[in-house]
């Protein structure tokens, strides 16, 4: 989500770097088909260390101030426990995975792809509430003190440590994690139920990173669209599959993209500063390399 994106910026520097280090260590275990299962508990341990260092900080240091605590348990503490949710569902998927063919391989990642949707319909309040930036509940959900176990059903909460648990944190991280899932998925389904392909384009799609801002992403796919650039064997490729093939590759969420392409078209001065730029670039840069 992309308010998650702008609150890593803002987290203490302890929390960034300790955040930062457990992806740059998850990064370097690359899993592969042969040794599928030890890379992902791999990783499930390696989380759960962090998890356990985060937790231990947190007991020995108090919050400045409930604005302080908030923020730790709306998108600290998430991003971790996502990493871990994922990596579980993930070792889930695979394991319990039928053996198919690969037409049914595809209709078992389309049966979990569903049962994504499903969660968003039941949370969507929740997911617009994050998505919106809104806070006007943040008190309720995201401090220690509101929390009693009698008010929630997810049994992820029994023996809860209420120092360490709110109302809304395991259910943004839930969020987090089916959003990995879901790239995950857009993956395989898409690459006829194979997660590993024999050539290096998985290692390179996590790799790959959007270094421009999410604006300039929307002002370049709906120009790739206007022109007809990418389209189908049959028939025209829509928006909204640009804007999801984009998310995938580059792991990001463009938001509210149709909004974002309102602001672009309301700009009086200079309306596509990104494709200028793009022009200027190409201009400058001299002869092509590979």
Do not use: C
Not at 23 to 37: G, I, Q, T, Y
Request: charged share 25%; proline share 4%.
């Amino acid at each position: 989500m992309e308010n998650f994106e702008a609150a890593h910026e803002q987290m203490p520097e302890y929390f960034k770097v300790m955040y930062l280090d457990l992806k740059a260590k998850l990064a370097e275990n690359r899993l592969s088909a042969h040794d599928f299962v030890l890379g992902v508990t791999t990783n499930i341990t390696t989380i759960r260390t962090y998890i356990s260092q985060l937790k231990e900080y947190v007991s020995k240091h108090e919050f400045e101030d409930e604005a302080a605590e908030i923020f730790f348990f709306k998108f600290t503490k998430p991003l971790f426990y996502a990493e871990l949710m994922f990596y579980i569902d993930l070792l889930t998927l695979e394991t319990e995975k039928p053996l198919n063919s690969v037409e049914g391989d595809k209709r078992y990642y389309l049966a979990t792809m569903q049962k994504l949707v499903n969660h968003y319909a039941e949370n969507q309040p929740l997911y617009v509430y994050m998505r919106s930036g809104d806070d006007s509940q943040d008190q309720l959900l995201f401090l220690r003190k509101s929390y009693h176990p009698l008010y929630t059903k997810e049994s992820y909460y029994i023996d809860a440590d209420p120092a360490f648990y709110t109302h809304g944190d395991f259910k943004v991280a839930r969020i987090l994690a089916y959003d990995k899932m879901q790239y995950y998925l857009i993956g395989v389904i898409e690459n006829k139920a194979n997660p590993y392909p024999s050539n290096n384009l998985g290692e390179l799609t996590n790799e790959l990173i959007w270094a421009d801002s999410k604006t300039d992403a929307v002002e370049l796919i709906y120009a790739l669209h206007a022109k007809g650039s990418i389209s189908r064997t049959k028939g025209k490729v829509t928006i909204k599959e640009l804007v999801t093939l984009f998310e995938f590759i580059y792991r990001t969420d463009l938001g509210n993209y149709y909004e974002t392409r309102q602001q672009i078209l309301r700009r009086k001065k200079e309306p596509t500063p990104y494709l200028d730029g793009l022009k200027d670039a190409f201009l400058k840069s001299g002869e092509p390399t590979d």
